[in-house]
């Protein structure tokens, strides 16, 4: 058992206190990874701010990359000293989903009880009888060490800055992943891109790899507009409360509508302002999470008439194994420059006030590293 610092959420709404807890060693197939960069998705905030009610107490976390410290009986994949990217999703492999090839569809995760696969926990409270702490997707990365599933560990290149090693575990591999594997934009389609976050970012620079003649880059915050130019946006457009005046202007810069308009924020509006901007044959790609009970509307007529589409995309269609590693590589190659999106690198006694920074749509990517 080691003993490590964690930012433990214990009441929704509050703040995740940094506390030291127990940490298991690796059993069978699981792995302790040294944490070496976690990023503060805004997932994490959804969970940190009650959006997405959880069970606690839970470490929260969960676009990590560190290195294999210690590996236990039966790994055959990963040596110690191994860099790795973390995945959030580890599929049961026996539910429909999972069956029929489409991982990021599984129904049946055991990511999702925030425990390993079999029911354990690896993390407590201090002690000999130290009460049982979660794991936020099976791998608790806001923390100095995590112990997971063999496969929640995803070996990358050498090369590769951990900052981006992390964000390849969520942020890049869910935008880049819903152009290049949900929506399959080919070359020369127009994209928009509305919401500019490290997700947001993340589609704009899928829709580069994918070789769109055009990318529009849409956000209320002008700062991230210039980001989203230097990541490869063709044209930005500053989002205001004018839904009306804000499709226009889309509509004039992509010969009347996107092919393919990315919505990568959460919200009812630019959910319904992204299948509005919809031309004929148009499709919406929904990334971003709104709290649970939200719902939007649309008109049936022109979505059946026009013949649109609504797609949403979780993770990207993320097969981490294959997946992560192509990312790493096309980073490494220069044609995913993910390290424009980290503008801060930040002590975990700083994760409140990158919450709060998040929160109010400031800054890019902030990392969490650890020495
Ligand atoms: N589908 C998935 O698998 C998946 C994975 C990761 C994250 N997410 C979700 O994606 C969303 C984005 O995550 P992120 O970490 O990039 O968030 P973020 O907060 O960093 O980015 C959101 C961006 O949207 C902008 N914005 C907010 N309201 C706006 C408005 N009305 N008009 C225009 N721009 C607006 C903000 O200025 C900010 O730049 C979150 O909901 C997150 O939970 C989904
Ligand atoms: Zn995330
Ligand atoms: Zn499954």
């Given at each position: 058992?080691?003993?490590?610092?964690?930012?433990?959420?214990?009441?929704?709404?509050?703040?995740?206190?940094?506390?030291?807890?127990?940490?298991a060693?690796?059993?069978?197939?699981?792995?302790?990874?040294?944490?070496?960069?976690?990023?503060?998705?805004?997932?994490d905030?959804?969970?940190?701010d009650?959006?997405?009610?959880?069970?606690?107490?839970?470490?929260?976390?969960?676009?990590g990359?560190?290195?294999?410290?210690?590996?236990?009986p039966g790994?055959?994949?990963?040596?110690v000293?191994?860099?790795?990217?973390l995945?959030?999703?580890?599929?049961c492999g026996?539910?429909?989903?999972?069956?029929?090839?489409?991982?990021w569809?599984?129904?049946?995760?055991?990511s999702?009880?925030?425990?390993?696969?079999?029911?354990?926990?690896?993390?407590?409270d201090?002690?000999?009888d130290?009460?049982p702490?979660?794991s936020?997707?099976?791998?608790?990365?806001?923390?100095?060490?995590?112990?997971?599933?063999?496969a929640?560990?995803?070996?990358?290149?050498d090369?590769?800055?951990?900052?981006?090693?992390?964000?390849?575990?969520?942020?890049v591999?869910t935008?880049?992943?819903a152009?290049?594997?949900?929506?399959?934009?080919?070359g020369?389609?127009s994209?928009?891109?509305?919401?500019?976050?490290?997700?947001?970012?993340?589609?704009?620079?899928?829709?580069?790899?994918?070789?769109?003649s055009?990318i529009?880059?849409?956000d209320?915050?002008?700062?991230?507009?210039?980001t989203?130019?230097?990541v490869?946006?063709?044209d930005?457009?500053?989002?205001?409360?004018?839904?009306?005046?804000?499709?226009?202007?889309?509509?004039?810069?992509?010969?009347?509508?996107?092919?393919?308009?990315f919505?990568?924020?959460?919200?009812?509006?630019?959910?319904?302002?992204?299948i509005?901007?919809?031309?004929?044959?148009g499709?919406?790609?929904?990334v971003?999470?709104?709290?649970?009970?939200?719902?939007?509307?649309f008109?049936?007529?022109?979505?059946v008439d026009?013949?649109?589409r609504?797609?949403g995309?979780?993770?990207?269609?993320?097969?981490?194994?294959?997946?992560?590693?192509?990312?790493?590589?096309?980073?490494?190659?220069?044609?995913?420059?993910?390290?424009r999106?980290?503008?801060r690198?930040?002590?975990?006694?700083?994760?409140?006030?990158?919450?709060?920074?998040?929160?109010?749509?400031?800054?890019?990517r902030?990392?969490?590293?650890?020495?």
């Amino acid at each position: 058992m080691s003993s490590i610092r964690a930012a433990v959420l214990r009441t929704a709404g509050a703040p995740a206190e940094i506390e030291r807890l127990d940490l298991a060693e690796p059993r069978e197939g699981e792995v302790r990874v040294r944490i070496l960069a976690s990023g503060v998705c805004h997932s994490d905030l959804h969970v940190r701010d009650g959006n997405w009610p959880r069970p606690l107490p839970i470490v929260i976390g969960h676009e990590g990359a560190g290195v294999v410290e210690a590996v236990g009986p039966g790994v055959r994949s990963l040596s110690v000293g191994q860099p790795v990217a973390l995945s959030w999703l580890v599929p049961c492999g026996t539910c429909r989903s999972c069956r029929a090839g489409r991982v990021w569809a599984c129904v049946d995760s055991p990511s999702f009880r925030h425990r390993m696969p079999d029911g354990a926990t690896v993390l407590a409270d201090p002690g000999p009888d130290g009460a049982p702490v979660l794991s936020y997707c099976g791998i608790a990365t806001m923390a100095e060490a995590t112990v997971i599933p063999e496969a929640a560990a995803v070996a990358l290149p050498d090369g590769v800055d951990p900052g981006v090693a992390a964000l390849i575990g969520c942020c890049v591999a869910t935008g880049v992943g819903a152009v290049l594997k949900t929506a399959g934009v080919p070359g020369g389609a127009s994209v928009a891109v509305i919401g500019l976050g490290g997700v947001g970012l993340s589609c704009v620079m899928g829709a580069v790899i994918a070789g769109a003649s055009r990318i529009v880059a849409l956000d209320r915050v002008a700062s991230k507009l210039d980001t989203a130019r230097t990541v490869g946006a063709t044209d930005a457009l500053l989002a205001t409360d004018d839904r009306a005046a804000t499709i226009d202007a889309l509509r004039d810069l992509t010969d009347g509508g996107p092919d393919f308009v990315f919505e990568a924020i959460g919200r009812v509006e630019t959910v319904e302002l992204a299948i509005e901007s919809l031309p004929l044959g148009g499709t919406a790609v929904l990334v971003g999470l709104t709290p649970f009970e939200a719902r939007a509307s649309f008109g049936v007529y022109p979505l059946v008439d026009g013949s649109r589409r609504i797609l949403g995309s979780n993770y990207g269609f993320a097969e981490a194994a294959t997946d992560f590693p192509r990312y790493a590589a096309l980073h490494l190659a220069g044609r995913l420059p993910a390290d424009r999106l980290i503008d801060r690198r930040i002590g975990l006694d700083d994760l409140e006030g990158a919450f709060d920074r998040l929160r109010d749509g400031q800054g890019l990517r902030q990392v969490v590293v650890f020495d």
